[in-house]
């Protein structure tokens, strides 16, 4: 996760025109950043962070590893997953113990899982469930995530559906 957030950092710092980093901020006159782009709502800032490189981490903690959800989940971890699959989806199986709520349900029903400590979207591949973290952090429940690869990624690593 460490490689993928420095590149995240290298790329919106570049795109996002940040300043090179042996260049004091102090000296030089921040630059107005840039709009966001389309379809992409706001993103969690850590205090003490501004700009591009606090946009790079935040959307770097977005996603959470299979392999990792894997293992916290069998070891008993209070990890509570949401599948925003569709019904005719879900047909097949979900993950042992997953809440399901459809993405096109989750803006009315987001408050089901608003005193979760932790949650992980999960759909078929992992789009839309970016999605539907974005719209829980949205919600102030910056404790979404999404699981990288969702089920296909979850059934590779050895991960059965009930």
């Not at 840039?34 to 490189?53: D, L, N, S």
């Not at 599948?83 to 089901?112: K, N, S």
């Amino acid at each position: 996760m460490g490689l993928l957030r420095s590149f995240a950092k290298s790329v919106v710092s570049r795109i996002g025109g940040a300043p090179p980093a042996a260049v004091s901020p102090a000296s030089t006159p921040t630059p107005p950043r840039p709009p966001a782009p389309a379809g992409r709502g706001p993103v969690a800032v850590t205090a003490g962070e501004e700009g591009p490189v606090a946009d790079a981490d935040a959307l770097a903690n977005l996603e959470a590893g299979a392999q990792e959800i894997k293992e916290r989940v069998e070891a008993g971890e209070p990890v509570v997953l949401l599948d925003v699959r569709e019904p005719h989806e879900t047909t097949h199986g979900i993950i042992a113990g997953a809440r399901v709520i459809p993405l096109g349900q989750l803006e009315a029903r987001w408050r089901e899982v608003e005193k979760c400590n932790e949650i992980v979207c999960y759909c078929a591949h992992g789009m839309r469930s970016v999605t539907a973290a974005r719209l829980l952090r949205s919600k102030g429940l910056f404790n979404a995530t999404s699981l990288e690869g969702g089920v296909a990624a979850w059934q590779a690593l050895g991960g059965k559906l009930g």
